[in-house]
C-alpha cells in the first residue's frame, strides 16, 4: 500500500532523540515527516487512527543475515526483508559472509539493486569486508567499498586476528568516517566450541566457549580504537567482563559503542536444554539456541542490562542467522550456529520492560536512534521523527498477545527458540519512506 500522505491520529508518540513521549499526531508527506503534534489541523490520503498504540521512529538493525548472494536456501533478501518489516524494521545492515562475500563494489552492487527492486520498502544498507575473502589476510579497497554504499567494516563471524592488520583497518575507517562493526572473538580460544563454557557443556560433554575469547579481543579493539580514533562498534556483546570494558572505554573517551541482541539479554545457557532427563537417560538440547557467541549466565544477562541502563550499550541488535531445518536437526556439535530474530525481536525485548527491567523508552531508544547514531551518514534521516526525516515509523501495541507460530514466520529460516513462546507487545504496523509496508488487520485505517 503506497501513499502520498499519512496522517497517524492520537497515538502515543515516543521519540527518545527528540525527549518527546505524548500523545499526539504525526503528519508525513512525500516521504518524510512534516509535522507531529496534537490535533493536526491537515487533510490526508490515508488516515491511521492510533488510539492505544505507540508511534515512534521505525527500527533500525546494525548487525543481520540476508544470506543472498549463495546461501538463498536460507533466506533471501526478499524474505529477510519481509521478516524485517513485520518486525518494525525500516533499517537492516547486511552482514558479509555471503558467497561470494562483500568484499568488493561488484558484490555490493548487486546486493543494492536486489534490495532496491525486490525490497523496495525497507532500505537495505551492505556492510563491507574488512579483509578480502573474510580471510584475515589482506585488506580489501574499502575507501571503494564506501564509495559503493557499505554503511560499516566487518568480517562478522570470521574476526580479524592479526592485530596490525585490524590497526591498518581502523585508521582507514577512521579516515572515511566509516564504523568498524566488529565479532569479538579470539578464535585460539574458542576452537572446537559450541556453547559457554560453563555447567551445561560439562553436563552434555560439549566443549565450551569461555568468556575470554570474546573480552580479550573487546580490550584489543579498544585499545586499537583509542590508539586510531576509529569509531568502533562492537557487536553481540555477551558477558560481564566485556561491559565492564566498554564502560570504561567510553568513560575514557573512546569512540567506542555496542549492542546486545533479544536472546543474549533474555535467555541463558540453560535454554539449550529442551527438557530434562530421566535418571540414565541422556538430556535433550536444543540447536535453535545454539548461537555464537553462545547464551550466557543470569549474571551475564544481569551486567547486560545493568549495561543498557547506564547507556555503556546503546543499541540492540538482531543477529538475525537463518538457516534451513537440515542446519539445526543433527547432533549439537554439528549443528550451525544461529538464530532466526527480526520477527521476534521487539516481543522478546518487551518482555524486560513488562518486568521492570527497563523502561519503554529506553527500549524504543535501543531500537532508533542508538543504533542510527552509529551510521554516521544516516544518522540525520533515521532513528528520529523531527521535520525533514525520512518518514520511517513503526506503531506498536504493547498491550495485544500472541503467540509465535512457526507456520507463520516470513522469514525462511525457522530456526528459534522462541517458537510457542507467548509474547505480550507486538508491531502493528511499518511505514518506510512514507509508504505503508506493513499493516495488521486490527488498525483502523481510511482513505
Known amino acids: 500500500m503506497t501513499s502520498r500522505s499519512i496522517l497517524i491520529k492520537n497515538a502515543r508518540v515516543i521519540s527518545p532523540s527528540q525527549g518527546i513521549d505524548g500523545k499526539m499526531d504525526i503528519y508525513m508527506e512525500d516521504g518524510l515527516i512534516k509535522s507531529s503534534g496534537a490535533n493536526l489541523k491537515v487533510s490526508a490520503a490515508v488516515t491511521i487512527q492510533a488510539d492505544g498504540l505507540v508511534a515512534c521512529p521505525g ?25 524485517a518489516i513485520r518486525g518494525g524494521y525500516t533499517t537492516i545492515c547486511c552482514m558479509p559472509n555471503t558467497n561470494p562475500p562483500l568484499d568488493n563494489a561488484a558484490t555490493v552492487d548487486f546486493v543494492r539493486k536486489i534490495a532496491a527492486s525486490q525490497a523496495p520498502l525497507i532500505t537495505v544498507l551492505p556492510i563491507g569486508c ?16 564506501a564509495d559503493s554504499g557499505c554503511a560499516g567494516f566487518s568480517d562478522d563471524g570470521s574476526p580479524v586476528s592479526n592485530s596490525q592488520l585490524m590497526l591498518l583497518a581502523m585508521r582507514c575507517a577512521a579516515g572515511l568516517e566509516i564504523p568498524i562493526i566488529d565479532h569479538c572473538e579470539d578464535l585460539d580460544l574458542s576452537r572446537g566450541g559450541h556453547l559457554n563454557d ?60 555496542a549492542d546486545a541482541t533479544p536472546h543474549h539479554l533474555t535467555l541463558t545457557e540453560e535454554r539449550i536444554i529442551a527438557s530434562p532427563a530421566e535418571p540414565g537417560v541422556p538430556l535433550i538440547y536444543d540447536t535453535n539456541a545454539k548461537v555464537n557467541p553462545p547464551l550466557r549466565t543470569e549474571s551475564d544477562i544481569e551486567a547486560l542490562i545493568k549495561g543498557i541502563n547506564d547507556s555503556t550499550i546503546t543499541s540492540v541488535s538482531t543477529d538475525h542467522a537463518p538457516h534451513t531445518s537440515e542446519d539445526k536437526l543433527c547432533e549439537f556439535e554439528l549443528a550451525a550456529f544461529g538464530i532466526s530474530g527480526f520477527e521476534t525481536a521487539f516481543a522478546a525485548l518487551m518482555m524486560l520492560v513488562h518486568s521492570g527491567k527497563i523502561k519503554l523508552n529506553t527500549l524504543i531508544a535501543l ?28 506503531l506498536l501495541d504493547i498491550s495485544r498477545e500472541w503467540t509465535l507460530d512457526e507456520a507463520n514466520m516470513l522469514s525462511q529460516g525457522k530456526n528459534t527458540p522462541f517458537i510457542g513462546q507467548q509474547f505480550k507487545g507486538t508491531v502493528a504496523a511499518t511505514i518506510h519512506a512514507g509508504e505503508i509496508a506493513y499493516i495488521d488487520k486490527s488498525v483502523r485505517i481510511s482513505e
Do not use: N
Request: a negative charge.
Open 59 to 83: 527500527f533500525i538493525d546494525l548487525h543481520c543475515h540476508l544470506r543472498e548472494p549463495g546461501f538463498e536456501e536460507k533466506e533471501t533478501i526478499a524474505s529477510g526483508a519481509a521478516a
Open 130 to 145: 574488512i579483509t578480502k575473502g573474510r580471510a584475515g589476510q589482506e585488506l580489501t579497497d574499502m575507501s571503494e567499498l
Open 198 to 257: 560453563g555447567w551445561v557443556a560439562a553436563r552434555l560433554g560439549i566443549k565450551g566457549i569461555p568468556a575470554a575469547a570474546e573480552e580479550s579481543m573487546v580490550a584489543r579493539d579498544i585499545a586499537l580504537a583509542e590508539m586510531t580514533g576509529a569509531t568502533l562498534h562492537l557487536t553481540h556483546i555477551s558477558t560481564r567482563g566485556s561491559v565492564e570494558l566498554i564502560r570504561a572505554a567510553r568513560a575514557r573517551g573512546v569512540k567506542v559503542s
Open 367 to 394: 531500537l532508533t536512534c542508538g543504533p542510527a547514531a552509529v551510521l554516521q551518514h544516516e544518522y540525520d534521516i533515521t532513528g528520529t521523527l523531527k521535520a525533514g526525516s525520512r518518514a520511517d515509523v513503526a
